[in-house]
């Protein structure tokens, strides 16, 4: 998964989408930005259970985009879901003893801001106004 402070919200693509049950086929029509300004299809769904690691956050709203075949990742963290944990970046330079030119060099924490007993219910769940929610959608006429 890529850790994409520039991305509004989180994406997945399709086969992933899928394989984890998600009826994304009847999920709202959009376009989100791509590199170069280019637009690409998405669909915007809601989740019943978004789970990081040992983290059930609950609902939240997802991108399915299609993936290119050779990308080197199938989803996109996404500022939707990132603002709300404490971030900590541990990245190794070359002055470090066991820094690796062939290994990747940073380490990403997240730690949640809020309880996780505080989740909301899927019924609760109000994508445009939640701390998961939407930030900016454009819907295909």
Partial sequence: MIFDTGA????IDEKLATRCGYKWKDGVDTTIGGIGNSALPAKIIT???LILDSYDIGP???HVIKFPE???TKAVLGMNVIRNFKTTI???TREDEDYDVTKPIGLITLTPKFAMSDKPQLEDFIPSMHRFG?????KIQ
């Fill in 70 to 72: 050779d990308a080197n």
């Fill in 134 to 138: 939407i930030w900016n959608v454009n």
């Fill in 47 to 49: 989740v019943p259970s």
């Fill in 8 to 11: 509004t919200m989180t994406a």
């Fill in 60 to 62: 939240n709203s997802l």
């Fill in 90 to 92: 541990d990245i190794k």
